[in-house]
């Protein structure tokens, strides 16, 4: 079962899960961490990055991307985009396993919570202050910070052999923290084409109590704007090779 496209799988899986299981904790009524905040999202999200890179690392996929938009920085840096369709499908699929998951868990309190954005905001992102342009643009200057800042943190600049054993995937995490406190105000970060669209497409299909639509007019915008933030990281890298 060790192979790169079950440990993208089984890594986004636990990223969603646990990631989406947050805004979960945090958002729906009678949830034991109902209205706890930011801070504890934003941590829970970090601590999801560090549980899926774990796991997708053990199943098999020593890059453990959990996101397209580092695949395809990591595919710019290398100029091989050949298993592009592997990490893609991979990482979709997990984060619709996840997201499934997290929606069982929490089975009773989707009829509790009445607000249907609410609902939605459990699975999917959306602009604090919607505007196309400005929305795309903090997904795309998010991602790239995570691709960058994940590309130094592994480079020779940084140290010759790289991180100990254990504590590239901390770093990793606590990357994935600081973008949230200081930039995810703007959209919720998806930084992560897969983290959005897998999870708005559960959001969709399941007959999840009240739950509205699941606002496909803005879907676009978590999965372009990482894409380019981190196409552009990845040249960034490319041609600094850092």
């Not at 580092?70 to 298993?83: C, E, H, I, N, R």
């Not at 600049?157 to 990793?172: D, E, H, K, M, R």
């Not at 969709?204 to 372009?224: D, E, H, T």
Request: hydrophobic letters at 50%.
């Amino acid at each position: 079962m060790h192979s790169v496209w079950f440990g993208e799988f089984m890594g986004t899986a636990v990223l969603l899960l646990l990631g989406n299981g947050v805004c979960a904790a945090v958002t729906l009524k009678k949830s034991y961490a109902q209205n706890a905040g930011w801070m504890v999202i934003a941590t829970g999200w970090a601590l999801a990055v560090l549980c899926g890179v774990l796991v997708a690392q053990a199943f098999g996929s020593a890059g453990a991307h959990l996101n397209p938009a580092v695949s395809l920085g990591a595919a710019v840096v290398s100029g091989d985009y050949t298993q592009l369709g592997v990490y893609w499908s991979a990482q979709l699929a997990g984060a619709m396993a996840g997201a499934v998951l997290m929606t069982l868990h929490y089975g009773p309190h989707w009829k509790e919570t009445e607000d249907p954005a609410a609902k939605l905001g459990v699975f999917a992102t959306c602009g604090a202050i919607r505007s196309n342009g400005w929305n795309l643009l903090s997904e795309a200057i998010g991602t790239a910070v995570l691709v960058l800042v994940a590309a130094s943190i592994f480079s020779h600049g940084v140290s010759a052999t790289g991180p100990a054993a254990g504590v590239g995937q901390w770093l990793v995490a606590s990357l994935v923290w600081g973008i949230g406190m200081s930039l995810g105000g703007t959209t919720g970060y998806a930084i992560n084409p897969a983290r959005d669209l897998g999870p708005r497409l559960v959001h969709a299909l399941l007959p999840i109590p009240g739950k509205g639509g699941s606002n496909w007019g803005y879907a676009w915008i978590p999965v372009v704007g990482p894409l380019i933030g981190g196409a552009l990281a990845g040249l960034l890298v490319h041609f600094a090779r850092i």
